[in-house]
């Protein structure tokens, strides 16, 4: 059974990154007076992408051509070891916090090197805006999971999620509000949502996740937007099993627990999507040079984490 739970997270995952995406967006419309166009869309762009003819800009090489499969199988490896549906996946030893923050790492560099290799003033340009907020936001997911996994006596992510379970008490303790707070404004920078970027955004000396991926056209760019929705879909996923752990299954789940697992996720998953999508409308996008200053407050929050954990946590 715990290979059919990691099927079904993989499954989840990729199946639902879209309708995530959707949701934000269909969100925003409402909230902004709009009908929108549906929750569906973006399915409905991926699929108008496939169709499309593939374009290969003039002197890139094969770092261009494979940057989008290796964001997407790098996100997909995450959703496959990471604790979503079950904590006892076949690959739930590999869930180390080290491991998800690196795969993250590698589907960034990926994108960063492909920007790059267009060649063009803006995929340089957004290439090294990327990098500069990655260098930021790993080392504040590090300190933030690792203020989380001292009570546990465990960096496996698996283990984290059954000791919040087995310890409801520590969702609402101090360590968990610091480190929930960091985790949540470096996964609004990770994804590139407001107030860091707009992902709707038109305009090329703002942009930084678009920038980079101007030059991709066709099936690449399907992959491309498919892979940024998992990655949004994924860190929300795993903030929520961070920290509400509920409804997820145990290390030998059953069927039932199974489909209770993929429905707890997708309403949490839902959950804050919308949250972030809320958020979104009333704030201002960022000038750039205020977005260090925003990250150093989250790393600010997943240090004092650190110390609150160090001084306050009781053993595991």
Same mark, same amino acid.
């Given at each position: ?20 995406v ?11 007076g ?27 090489t094969?770092?261009?051509?494979a940057?989008?499969?290796v ?41 960063t ?38 009570? #546990? ?5 698996g ?10 008490d ?33 305009l ?39 920290? =509400?752990?509920?409804?997820? #299954? ?7 627990d ?11 998953? =839902? ?12 704030? #201002? ?15 600010l ?16």
């Open positions: 059974m715990s290979y059919l739970a990691g099927a079904a997270q993989i499954g989840a995952v990729a199946a639902g990154a879209p309708l995530v959707g949701l934000t967006r269909q969100v925003h419309a409402r909230w902004e709009r009908a929108g166009a549906g929750v569906m869309q973006p399915w409905r762009d991926i699929l108008k992408q496939l169709g499309k003819q593939r374009v290969t800009p003039t002197g890139t094969v770092v261009f051509a940057a989008p499969a964001v997407a199988g790098s996100t997909l490896l995450i959703a496959a070891i990471a604790p979503l549906v079950a904590t006892g996946s076949p690959l739930d030893a590999s869930a180390d916090l080290f491991a998800i923050v690196g795969l993250l790492f590698v589907g960034t560099v990926a994108l090197l492909a920007g790059i290799d267009t060649g063009t003033s803006f995929g340089g340009m957004g290439a090294s805006r990327e990098i500069t907020i990655a260098a930021l936001v790993e080392p504040t997911i590090l300190l933030a999971v690792f203020a989380l996994s001292m009570p #546990a006596g465990s960096a496996n992510l283990a984290l999620v059954a000791h919040t379970m087995s310890h409801p520590q969702s609402v303790s101090l360590v968990a509000v610091l480190a929930f707070a960091a985790l949540a404004i470096v996964i609004v920078a990770e994804t590139g949502r407001l107030p860091v970027d707009n992902p709707a955004t038109h090329e000396l703002t942009m930084v996740h678009e920038a980079m991926v101007l030059e991709y056209a066709g099936p690449r760019l399907a992959l491309v937007e498919w892979a940024a929705g998992m990655r949004l879909t994924v860190l929300l996923a795993l903030l929520a099993n961070l920290f =509400a752990p509920w409804g997820i #299954a145990g290390d030998r789940p059953g069927v039932v199974i489909f209770v697992g993929v429905a707890a996720l997708v309403a949490k998953v =839902a959950l804050l999507a919308g949250l972030l999508a809320t958020v979104e409308v009333f704030v #201002a996008k960022l000038r750039l040079f205020r977005v260090p200053e925003l990250l150093a407050g989250s790393f929050l997943s240090l004092l984490a650190v110390t609150a954990a160090n001084f306050f946590a009781g053993p595991a």
